[in-house]
């Protein structure tokens, strides 16, 4: 087989691939609604991606909050308090109470869908 | 004096650029790393969430202005002698690249951010990268075509991470549309998806640059037409496209994704480092090889290249992986392939231009070059090293369900090796550079050497 044929065998697999994971590969989560939308925009706003995990993206210098609403440990409450003031290491952003209310909305949306962390990558039967 | 020819003047600013981005890059690192240590530490004027992604920008930014720097460099040599197709393109490219990193870099420090994970500017910036490599590409393609039937396998490196990188780069934008966005398994899957084959597209700019020097030093014309050359092209290529699976076994995609990634493991790294260590082998007592300085650099990428690969084969084992995400074993891994690998590989591409441009400076400096590659490499290793250790150190600790404070404390003796260590490879490298930006300058100006 010459290395012509090999690439455009490798690529159409790859492409094929890629069609796939874009559509029935990750049709597993449910949509975020209006609300959980503006939280993941303040999200990006902000940059917490550069200190906090979502799904293993992001920095280490704060704790992964995939399910920090879950979390026996933390949970809404406790989230709350840390987007309010701050922490040593995590600024205090100043967000108005509404501001709030949309980034825990998103972090519940994260948390619903994280069932990977929870059953073992099973989906939950409702 | 004739002046010189404009891939040359191109290539010249691509790595003046990239040894910039590298330095500034590792600074903002040591910045970052500091503020692990001390919290205050510039915590309202240039906080981690403005340092980080500085030094994720540049230290990546490094590496593609180095690699385009060499290829425009090696264009007339692996088109058969040819003239660049489009001088105007080429400074069009880097035109663009340079505004780029103005405009990246001042936002960062205004505050100003996208916020994707490593993609952490304006997305709308994305628009110009595009643009500017779609401008290299052209080039690229048109000065080598003549060439392409009977290429030696690092056209075919070149041409695939020039592809990958274009198609990566557009991928990582699909949140944009909400069907995308909006669903965040879909979303975070996509991310990884592009962003781990856009490492693979660098990969294979750097690769073929190494592939590229060692004919170059040995004369030895076959070992780019081999049958195992183009083995680890393919199982190269095979990994940019479907291996970034090993970053996804905690995203509940379908597991089918993960059990993909997991058959199609590291094996590509075993061949490299196979290649540069028969190669070195081979021609160990060939005339004044063990003297010459490129050679020894690929020699110190050839043992990181060994070291990532036991890490790398550990962490892909699933049962592994599931303890280790999240820690800092994740960024050593990450750091050993960039900085132990990338950055070696490209500085033996750089060492080797300039014993091409200026052979009586590296005969004389050579003793220096040896001596700060020495002090990088080592302090790269404790580097490394550390972060396993406090990867390790947080495994234990959340095994004892810790809560993040505890986690902290336990790590903060670690930070201080991460911080001290990070500051002599910095060093290191201030001292590497010296010897390198004066003959790039040169090449710039036109001036003989």
């Known amino acids: ?126 | 004096m004739n002046s010189p020819r404009p891939e040359r003047r191109v290539a010249a600013l691509f790595i003046l650029l990239a040894m910039l981005s590298l330095l500034s890059g590792l600074l903002y690192g040591t910045l970052g790393a500091g503020q692990y240590i001390f919290p205050e530490l510039l915590k309202t004027k240039l906080s981690f969430s403005q340092s980080r992604p500085l030094h994720v920008y540049l230290v990546i930014n490094w590496i593609f202005s180095a690699a385009a720097g060499g290829i425009y460099y090696y264009l007339p040599w692996i088109s058969g002698g040819r003239k660049i197709f489009s001088p105007a393109l080429a400074f069009i490219h880097f035109g663009l690249q340079l505004l780029v990193w103005i405009m990246v870099v001042t936002g960062f420090f205004m505050g100003v951010f996208g916020g994707r994970e490593y993609l952490e500017f304006p997305v709308w910036i994305n628009a110009i990268v595009l643009f500017s490599w779609l401008c290299f590409m052209i080039n690229f393609f048109a000065t080598v075509r003549p060439v392409f039937k009977n290429a030696p396998v690092y056209i075919w490196s070149f041409s695939t991470g020039l592809l990958f990188f274009f198609i990566t780069m557009t991928e990582a934008q699909l949140w944009v549309l909400p069907y995308f966005n909006n669903n965040i398994i879909r979303d975070v899957t996509v991310q990884w998806k592009a962003m781990g084959s856009m490492v693979g597209s660098w990969n294979m700019l750097v690769y073929g640059s190494a592939m590229l020097i060692m004919e170059k030093i040995s004369g030895d014309k076959e070992m780019n037409h081999s049958k195992m050359a183009y083995f680890f092209y393919f199982l190269g290529m095979t990994n940019l496209m479907f291996n970034w699976g090993h970053h996804t076994y905690i995203v509940p995609a379908s597991p089918v994704v993960k059990t993909v990634s997991y058959f199609i493991s590291m094996t590509e790294l075993l061949i490299l480092g196979n290649i540069i260590y028969t190669w070195r082998k081979k021609f160990r007592d060939s005339l004044g090889f063990r003297k010459f300085l490129p050679a020894s650099v690929l020699g110190w990428a050839d043992s990181w290249i060994f070291l990532n690969l036991v890490l790398s084969i550990a962490i892909s084992v699933p049962a592994i992986n599931y303890f280790t995400h999240g820690t800092h074993i994740t960024v050593a891994h990450a750091m050993g392939a960039t900085i132990g690998i990338n950055t070696m590989l490209l500085l033996a591409s750089l060492v080797f231009i300039v014993s091409k441009e200026n052979e009586p400076l590296l005969t004389r400096t050579g003793g220096h070059l040896k001596s700060a590659l020495r002090v990088m490499n080592i302090s790269l290793l404790v580097f490394w090293g550390t972060l396993i250790g406090m990867g390790i150190v947080k495994i234990m600790a959340v095994q004892d369900n810790e809560l993040f404070y505890g986690v902290m404390n336990r790590l903060r003796p670690w930070f201080d090796f991460f911080f001290l260590s990070g500051i002599v490879l910095l060093a290191g490298l201030a001292w590497v550079l010296i010897w390198l930006v004066p003959v790039f300058w040169r090449i710039l100006t036109g001036k003989k050497s």
């Not at chain 1, 994971?21 to 609300?35: E, K």
């Not at chain 1, 991606?49 to 992001?58: N, V, Y």
């Not at chain 1, 409450?77 to 909305?105: C, K, S």
Request: proline share 4%; net charge positive.
């Open chain 1, 1 to 126: 087989m010459g290395k012509l044929s090999v690439f455009i065998l490798l690529f159409t697999s790859y492409a094929a691939y890629s069609t796939w994971v874009y559509t029935n590969g990750t049709d597993r989560g449910t949509v975020m609604n209006a609300q959980q939308q503006a939280g993941k925009k303040i999200w990006q706003q902000y940059n917490c991606t550069s200190c906090h995990q979502i799904f293993g993206l992001g920095g280490y210098l704060g704790p992964e909050l995939t399910t920090v609403i879950s979390d026996k440990n933390r949970g809404e409450t406790y989230a709350r308090v840390f987007l309010q003031a701050g922490a040593v290491r995590m600024p205090n952003f100043h967000f108005t109470p509404e501001q709030i209310n949309d980034i825990i909305a998103y972090l519940k949306y994260v948390d619903t869908n994280a069932f990977s962390y929870k059953h073992g990558n099973e989906q939950p039967t409702p």
